[in-house]
Nanobody, 119 residues
Protein backbone atom coordinates (compact mmCIF):
# COMPACT_ATOMS: atom_id res chain seq x y z
CA UNK A 1 0.00 0.00 0.00
CA UNK A 2 1.13 3.50 -0.83
CA UNK A 3 -0.38 6.68 0.53
CA UNK A 4 -0.01 9.99 -1.32
CA UNK A 5 -0.70 13.46 0.06
CA UNK A 6 -0.61 16.44 -2.27
CA UNK A 7 -0.21 20.10 -1.46
CA UNK A 8 0.65 23.39 -3.13
CA UNK A 9 -2.32 24.16 -5.32
CA UNK A 10 -4.02 27.54 -5.38
CA UNK A 11 -4.96 30.58 -7.41
CA UNK A 12 -2.33 32.34 -9.49
CA UNK A 13 -2.31 34.89 -12.28
CA UNK A 14 -1.26 33.94 -15.77
CA UNK A 15 2.50 33.96 -16.07
CA UNK A 16 2.94 33.04 -12.44
CA UNK A 17 4.38 29.93 -10.80
CA UNK A 18 3.30 27.24 -8.38
CA UNK A 19 5.00 24.20 -6.94
CA UNK A 20 3.00 21.10 -6.15
CA UNK A 21 4.24 18.52 -3.68
CA UNK A 22 3.33 14.87 -3.30
CA UNK A 23 4.50 13.11 -0.15
CA UNK A 24 4.53 9.33 -0.33
CA UNK A 25 4.38 6.89 2.56
CA UNK A 26 3.90 3.18 3.01
CA UNK A 27 5.54 0.70 0.65
CA UNK A 28 7.48 3.36 -1.20
CA UNK A 29 10.28 0.92 -2.08
CA UNK A 30 7.84 -0.73 -4.49
CA UNK A 31 7.09 2.43 -6.48
CA UNK A 32 8.12 2.09 -10.12
CA UNK A 33 7.10 5.56 -11.31
CA UNK A 34 5.57 8.73 -9.99
CA UNK A 35 3.35 10.84 -12.21
CA UNK A 36 1.36 14.03 -12.19
CA UNK A 37 -1.94 14.09 -14.05
CA UNK A 38 -4.62 16.74 -14.31
CA UNK A 39 -8.29 16.92 -15.07
CA UNK A 40 -10.07 20.05 -16.20
CA UNK A 41 -13.86 20.37 -16.02
CA UNK A 42 -15.52 18.40 -18.78
CA UNK A 43 -12.25 16.87 -19.93
CA UNK A 44 -10.52 13.56 -19.48
CA UNK A 45 -7.67 13.14 -17.05
CA UNK A 46 -4.37 13.64 -18.85
CA UNK A 47 -0.77 12.84 -18.03
CA UNK A 48 1.28 15.97 -17.36
CA UNK A 49 4.64 14.60 -16.26
CA UNK A 50 6.20 11.31 -15.27
CA UNK A 51 9.30 10.33 -13.36
CA UNK A 52 10.55 6.77 -13.43
CA UNK A 53 12.43 4.93 -10.73
CA UNK A 54 15.63 5.36 -12.74
CA UNK A 55 15.11 9.10 -13.02
CA UNK A 56 13.82 9.40 -16.56
CA UNK A 57 11.22 12.08 -17.16
CA UNK A 58 8.64 12.80 -19.79
CA UNK A 59 6.18 15.65 -20.26
CA UNK A 60 3.01 16.42 -22.14
CA UNK A 61 3.72 18.65 -25.13
CA UNK A 62 1.52 21.35 -23.64
CA UNK A 63 3.79 21.78 -20.60
CA UNK A 64 7.26 21.10 -22.01
CA UNK A 65 9.66 23.86 -21.12
CA UNK A 66 7.34 25.20 -18.41
CA UNK A 67 6.86 22.34 -15.94
CA UNK A 68 9.53 20.30 -14.18
CA UNK A 69 9.02 17.09 -12.21
CA UNK A 70 11.59 16.21 -9.57
CA UNK A 71 11.96 14.24 -6.35
CA UNK A 72 13.61 14.41 -2.98
CA UNK A 73 14.36 10.85 -1.93
CA UNK A 74 15.16 11.88 1.62
CA UNK A 75 11.69 13.33 2.01
CA UNK A 76 9.90 10.71 -0.13
CA UNK A 77 8.39 13.62 -2.02
CA UNK A 78 7.84 14.37 -5.68
CA UNK A 79 7.41 17.91 -6.91
CA UNK A 80 5.90 19.59 -9.93
CA UNK A 81 7.33 23.03 -10.53
CA UNK A 82 4.97 24.95 -12.80
CA UNK A 83 6.19 28.16 -14.41
CA UNK A 84 4.66 30.51 -16.98
CA UNK A 85 1.22 29.25 -16.06
CA UNK A 86 -1.64 29.72 -18.49
CA UNK A 87 -5.40 29.76 -17.93
CA UNK A 88 -5.60 26.44 -19.79
CA UNK A 89 -3.48 24.88 -17.02
CA UNK A 90 -6.46 25.26 -14.70
CA UNK A 91 -7.40 21.80 -13.43
CA UNK A 92 -7.35 19.46 -10.49
CA UNK A 93 -3.87 17.97 -10.33
CA UNK A 94 -3.38 14.42 -9.11
CA UNK A 95 -0.28 12.63 -7.94
CA UNK A 96 -0.06 9.01 -9.06
CA UNK A 97 2.25 6.20 -7.98
CA UNK A 98 2.65 3.09 -10.08
CA UNK A 99 3.64 -0.07 -8.24
CA UNK A 100 4.66 -3.12 -10.21
CA UNK A 101 3.98 -6.49 -8.62
CA UNK A 102 5.10 -9.30 -10.86
CA UNK A 103 3.68 -8.46 -14.28
CA UNK A 104 0.89 -6.25 -13.00
CA UNK A 105 0.86 -2.51 -12.32
CA UNK A 106 -1.17 -1.04 -9.49
CA UNK A 107 -2.10 2.63 -9.32
CA UNK A 108 -2.32 4.74 -6.19
CA UNK A 109 -3.72 8.26 -6.19
CA UNK A 110 -3.56 11.38 -4.11
CA UNK A 111 -6.66 13.34 -3.24
CA UNK A 112 -6.05 16.01 -5.88
CA UNK A 113 -5.22 19.67 -5.54
CA UNK A 114 -6.91 22.52 -7.41
CA UNK A 115 -4.84 24.84 -9.58
CA UNK A 116 -6.61 27.89 -10.94
CA UNK A 117 -4.87 30.30 -13.32
CA UNK A 118 -6.61 33.61 -13.90
CA UNK A 119 -6.17 35.61 -17.08
Amino acid sequence: QVQLVESGGGLVQAGGSLRLSCAASGSIFSINAMNWLRQAPGKQRELVALLTRSGSTNYADSVKGRFTISRDNAKNTVYLQMNSLKPEDTAVYYCNAVVRVGVRDFDYWGQGTQVTVSS
